[in-house]
């Protein structure tokens, strides 16, 4: 395990199912990101929080719903998805500061099949 | 606007060969460049990174090459392995900020 753990690994819904992603990060970190990851695409990202205040949200549909309660969990609420969000959703975390950066840590993962 | 570009897109190396995997950066303001290594199933990990205060970073079989006049570095893995077999990510980021913005993805299939 890399200190970031997504539950769960894999999950199939229908396009009028309501579920929710979960992300938790024993690391300390401060900062926590969803991306999203689609064959043969680029990584994209989907929302930051920082100090658990969502900092920026990259045009992403609003089915896609973030939670983020404390500094260690993050949560990604779907509900009425479409075909073409089945991917893989990676969460990751970083120390935000203006010390040298270490860069994320990945989780490994939800892979969403939408049916 | 891709502020990261990485080449190529996949690579095919036999085993023992030399594997080059290249990125340009455009914001100059960036000063951490990190290489992630992604297996099918998991999510990316970092590899191996590099600040622009050095021109090469070795640790193992893997070196990073960072060109600051040309705004460019590379990920070298020497005597590549089928093990290498992985997806690699190039990416940048500031100091000041921990915001990371990744390279397009190389696929890397080595044969044995």
């Known amino acids: 395990e890399t200190g970031v753990t997504q539950t769960p690994r894999h999950l199939v819904m229908g396009m009028t199912n309501k579920k929710s992603l979960k992300c938790e990060q024993h690391?300390?970190?401060?900062?926590m990101y969803w991306y999203k990851q689609s064959a043969k695409k680029p990584l994209e990202l989907m929302f930051v929080?920082?100090?658990?205040?969502?900092?920026e949200n990259n045009s992403v549909p609003s089915r896609f719903s973030p939670e983020c309660p404390n500094s260690s969990h993050l949560f990604l609420h779907l509900h009425t998805l479409q075909p073409e969000d089945s991917a893989l959703y990676l969460c990751?975390?970083?120390?935000?500061?203006?010390?040298?950066?270490?860069?994320?840590?990945f989780g490994s993962g939800t892979r969403l099949t939408v049916v | 606007q891709q502020q990261v570009k990485q080449s190529p897109q996949s690579l095919i190396v036999q085993k023992g060969g030399i594997s080059i995997i290249n990125c340009a950066y455009e914001n100059t303001a960036f000063d951490y460049f990190p290489w992630y290594q992604q297996f099918p199933g998991k999510g990316p990990a970092l590899l191996i990174a590099i600040r622009p205060d050095v021109s090469e970073k070795k640790e193992g079989r893997f070196t990073i090459s960072f060109n600051k006049s040309a705004k460019q570095f590379s990920l070298h893995i020497m005597d590549s392995q089928p093990g290498d077999s992985a997806t690699y990510f190039c990416a940048a980021s500031k100091t000041s900020g921990s915001r990371l913005t990744f390279g397009e993805g190389t696929q890397l299939t080595v044969n044995p």
């Open positions: 690391l300390g970190h401060n900062a």
């Open positions: 990751a975390s970083s120390q935000h500061s203006a010390k040298p950066n270490y860069g994320y840590t």
């Open positions: 929080y920082s100090l658990e205040e969502r900092v």
